[in-house]
């Protein structure tokens, strides 16, 4: 199914790590200076590979069954599955660190597993990273509006 002439390379620029005192973004040494002036903002879109679903077994998937919705199956761009031809992955993150010399990037909350590669971190920029009148399907009433503080649990 892989043409060669489009397949590309991804490589991680750091990795999660899930601590007694806290969650972190570990910034590989050589993109450490990606980080200057990070810290400035409030919140920070994490792209990470979903590494424990990149199979594939898991990537000829097509359809998921939602944890909010299991009995309705949907199409893997409908949703949020990690299980898909890519498993390549977003959470928007509150800040609440940044030590660019380290590399540590502090986050409140992330779905993400310890150790996960993380593929690219951009700052959150309101007026590009939210749209007014966003609509939703019925099968998705009843969730939050924002992101929880307290996170989804993992």
Known sequence: ??????????HPIGHVRRAEEGLFIDVLAPY????HLLG?????IVL?????NDTPEARSHLLAHPPY????????????????PNPLLLTTCRL????EE???????????LDG???IDLKAYFPVSDRVKDARLPDWLVGWPEWFPEEGLGL
């Open 116 to 118: 996960t590669p993380v």
């Open 32 to 35: 450490r200076p990606g980080l």
């Open 1 to 10: 199914m892989e043409n060669p002439e489009t397949a590309f390379s991804i």
């Open 48 to 52: 990470w590979w979903a590494a424990q």
């Open 69 to 84: 919705e299991p009995h309705l199956p949907t199409g893997v761009f409908a949703c949020r599955s990690p299980r898909r």
């Open 40 to 44: 400035d903002f409030s919140h920070v």
């Open 102 to 112: 380290s590399g540590q990037v502090q986050v409140q909350n992330i779905d993400a």
């Open 96 to 99: 609440l660190g940044v030590d």
